[in-house]
């Protein structure tokens, strides 16, 4: 036995020490291989596309292999190409479209590198240790519409690079490290859609952006912006989505002509505290907004004015601390509200008008004590997902929802579904007096009474508005009437939604 034992341990050793041996040993054959060989060759039949592996720079045009109308695409694999000398590609007879040199070593484009290729059309070289693109690089291939250049270690956009390219509408210049941009860096690019700058260096914009008149997506995030003047975009009238997210900006101001497009703005992870009132100037076709994690304490209703076709607006991972309905009532179209994750603790309805088209609300992971969800769900007609998990609500909260929403086709969320443990608050003063019923909110006299002087202005001016366009606006308002079965007097009354913990006077839920 024990000798079985022996020899299997020293048989496992020797199986050890041969495996080491035998990954040194492959490693020689290994490099050889990919050094050697050097070798074009068609794909599959009818795949249009001609492989070169282990290929240098000068190989493309010592190569037996005849590129035809079949090599569609040309595909560079374990190449080492260093440096793209001019005319590296200028093989006769090729109608190569498509040029994938992606992880071929590639250090330096000299001018006219793609000469040649006049067909070319797709351009990637992403994965490579480029450092700069020169003026004259793109000599003689008007065609391309595409170049992928990410993953590279360009670290100036220096004036005309891309000169040539008067047809290019996709330019990839993200995880570069990218940190100045010549003014007339872009020059040429008239005809650019999609212009992707993620992960850059990039401090300022300033005007360089300003000849991509057809630009339609805009990628900037992970940058160190910190300032914004404001015109950086004004000229960019086809712009339809800004992302802005991972910098470093603390008050951005960006302005647009009326006349823009842009429907998603993207500013997350940023350090916005509180956005001036006019930042979201003009955005009138905006429709999805993203503001999350940042340090925002408080959103104004003047901030959003002008929103007009605002679908979609996410303030979750900031620090506001009210959630009033009003705020969003000038957004008839908002169907998605999401403050999750900010120290909400006090919310009242407040305005006029309820949120038509609010169908999802996210207040969860907030420090709501308590909800008056009849009052909430009587200003916002549509609501049919709300999200409250994470808040200090009482426990019974859950039993008194599921009974008043039992025929409703309602879904809200009060314990994290990926959490067993329910947390809520046992309170049981006060809350077991609650009967759920069908109730009127009674007024606060104390909060109509200290109506601010703007709240009786709109009030009256509210007034004269409905008298004046008669039957058009009296069909709103009797739908607003309804929803409330209150007279006009309380339009501007403010309930709360959402009180302290402890009830204490002047903290009022609805009551009978
Ligand atoms: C060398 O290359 C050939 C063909 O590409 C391949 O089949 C072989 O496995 C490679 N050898 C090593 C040791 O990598
Ligand atoms: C490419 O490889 C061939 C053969 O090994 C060599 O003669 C030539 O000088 C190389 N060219 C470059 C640009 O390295
Ligand atoms: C370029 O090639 C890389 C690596 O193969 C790939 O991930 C990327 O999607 C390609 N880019 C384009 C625009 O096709
Ligand atoms: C390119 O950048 C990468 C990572 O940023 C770095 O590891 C590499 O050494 C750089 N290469 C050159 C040629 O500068
Ligand atoms: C950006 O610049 C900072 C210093 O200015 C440097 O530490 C960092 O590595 C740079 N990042 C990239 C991606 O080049
Ligand atoms: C957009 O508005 C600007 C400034 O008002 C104006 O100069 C430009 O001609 C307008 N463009 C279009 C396409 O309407
Ligand atoms: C913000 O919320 C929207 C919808 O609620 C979601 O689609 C988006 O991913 C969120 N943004 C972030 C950065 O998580
Ligand atoms: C709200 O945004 C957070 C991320 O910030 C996301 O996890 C959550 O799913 C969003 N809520 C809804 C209802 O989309
Ligand atoms: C589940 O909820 C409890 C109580 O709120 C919390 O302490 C715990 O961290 C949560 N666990 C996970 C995995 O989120
Ligand atoms: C109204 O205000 C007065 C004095 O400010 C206060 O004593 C009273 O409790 C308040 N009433 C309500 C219902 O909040």
Redesign the pocket.
């Known amino acids: 036995m024990d000798i079985k034992i022996m020899s299997g341990l020293l048989c496992l050793l020797w199986l050890c020490l041969s495996l080491n041996q035998s990954t040194a040993a492959l490693a020689l054959p290994y490099n050889f291989n990919s050094t050697e060989l050097m070798k074009c060759s068609y794909g599959e039949r009818g795949s249009l596309t001609a492989t070169c592996v282990n290929a240098n720079a000068s190989y493309f045009k010592m190569t037996p292999y005849r590129f035809d109308q079949l090599d569609e695409t040309l595909v560079c694999s374990s190449c080492n190409l260093k440096t793209l000398e001019s005319g590296t590609f200028d093989i006769s007879g090729n109608q190569i479209k498509n040029l994938q040199l992606s992880y071929s070593k590639i250090e330096l484009l000299k001018q006219k590198a793609f000469v040649g290729l006049i067909f070319l059309k797709n351009l990637n070289m992403s994965h490579n240790s480029i450092t700069s693109v020169y003026p004259g690089t793109f000599t003689g291939v008007k065609k391309i519409e595409s170049i992928d250049l990410s993953y590279n270690n360009i670290t100036v956009l220096s004036d005309d690079g891309f000169l040539e390219l008067i047809n290019l509408k996709e330019l990839n210049l993200a995880y570069n490290s990218i940190k100045t941009i010549s003014s007339k860096a872009f020059n040429g690019l008239g005809n650019l859609v999609l212009l992707n700058l993620e992960r850059n260096n990039i401090t300022e914009v300033s005007d360089v952006l300003s000849k991509l008149i057809n630009l339609q997506v805009l990628n900037l995030r992970d940058n160190q912006i910190l300032k914004l003047q404001g015109s950086e975009f004004t000229n960019l009238l086809s712009l339809l989505l800004l992302d802005l997210s991972f910098n470093k900006l603390d008050t951005p101001v960006i302005e647009f002509y009326p006349n823009n497009s842009l429907k998603s703005l993207y500013i997350t992870n940023n350090y916005i505290r509180s956005p001036s009132l006019g930042f979201l100037n003009g955005l009138h076709n905006l429709e999805t907004l993203d503001l999350?994690y940042n340090t925002i304490v408080e959103i104004q209703k003047a901030t959003l004015l002008g929103l007009y076709h605002l679908r979609f607006l996410?303030i979750?991972?900031n620090r506001i601390t009210t959630f009033q309905t009003g705020v969003f009532t000038g957004l008839p179209y908002l169907e998605?509200l999401?403050m999750?994750?900010n120290a909400i603790s006090y919310g009242e309805i407040t305005g006029v008008f309820s949120l038509h088209s609010l169908f999802?609300l996210?207040l969860s992971h907030n420090k709501i004590p308590r909800l008056d969800y009849e009052a909430l769900i009587s200003r916002l007609p549509r609501l049919s997902y709300l999200?409250l998990e994470g808040n200090p609500l009482p426990c019974d909260l859950e039993e008194e929802m599921n009974t008043y929403f039992e025929a409703d086709n309602f879904k809200f969320v009060l314990h994290d579904p990926y959490n067993n443990t329910k947390s809520c608050v046992l309170e049981p003063t006060k809350h077991s007096e609650k009967v759920i019923k069908e109730t009127v909110p009674e007024l606060d006299e104390n909060r109509s009474a200290g109506m601010s002087g703007g709240e009786v202005a709109a009030v009256i001016l509210l007034c004269l508005a409905y008298l004046c366009l008669g039957l058009l606006f009296y069909v709103q308002y009797r739908t607003f009437r309804e929803s409330r079965n209150q007279g006009p007097h309380r339009a501007t009354s403010s309930v709360n939604l959402i009180s302290a913990e402890d009830g204490r006077p002047g903290d009022e839920y609805l009551r009978e």
Do not use: E, F, M, P
Request: glycine share 0%; net charge neutral; hydrophobic share 20%.
């Open positions: 999350s996410n979750s991972y998605l999401n999750s994750h999802a996210d999200r």
